[in-house]
């Protein structure tokens, strides 16, 4: 197996410090789709005992990132295209929800001039700035973290710790799908989305209309990504879009 970095760990945030070392490892694509290992063997790397080691490989197997293997230990889990959109149509479904509730002020304290919510959203918008310049550049293992932490802070705006926490389970996986995908191009530059800004200032400003009409384009591009990346199966149509017109091309909207 690829070996990570060195990463400095304590005893007490032990089992979570190797979690997310391997998880980073996997988001950076150099633990590939379908690679083995054992708890020994990464143990050993780490220079720690099986079993913080073996909780984080369960931790991250209940996250869907690997498979375990009674008799071979862990492997990291493979989606495939369908599973891509799978998850793109679970990730509409709920933030259409999310930001109708929003931009329509449903609830008292995401009404869009609520003080408290104002200021979350332009704390959320510096990530998004930063995302963006990463997208921009073509930069992308700072993207991940950027975007990861973008999509989770903006979710947290709901105040539903479940919501926050599922979104980030599903973006994680979907970068851990298109990253391998992402690593095959001479030049990410212009194939990544970086509209995080101008989401942010729609749902600030209350304009659903603005809103969906960006969210529909993040569908679209990263439907026609993945299908431009992956063969389609013999008699595999693509998920259903939803129903509005192409958008028009631009320098940096694509995945995931």
Known sequence: MSRPGTVAVTRSTLRQQIADALRDEVLAGRLQPGQEFTVKEIADQYGV??????????????QGL????????????????????????????????????LTHGDTPHLRPDE????????????????ARRAALAGEVTVLIGY???????????????????????????????????????????????????ELVDALTAGDAAAARAILDAYTAYSLSLVEGLTPEPAGKGPVRRPAQEDPPARDADTLP
Do not use: C
């Open 147 to 197: 975007d990861l932490r973008f999509w989770k802070e903006l979710a947290s705006a709901f105040g539903n710790p479940y919501l926050t926490d599922f979104l980030h389970r599903l973006r994680v996986q979907m970068w851990v799908y298109v990253v391998q995908h992402l690593r095959r191009l001479p030049d990410p530059r212009g194939r990544l989305w970086a509209r995080h800004t």
């Open 49 to 62: 005992s099986a079993t913080p080691v073996r909780e984080a490989l369960v931790d991250l197997s209940a």
């Open 66 to 101: 690997l498979d375990a293997d009674q008799h071979r230990g862990f492997r990291v889990h493979e989606y495939s295209a369908d599973d891509f959109r799978g998850m793109i149509e679970a990730r509409s479904l709920v933030t259409e929800g999310m930001f109708h509730a």
């Open 115 to 130: 003080p408290r919510l104002a200021a979350h959203l332009a704390g959320v918008r510096r990530r998004g700035e930063e």
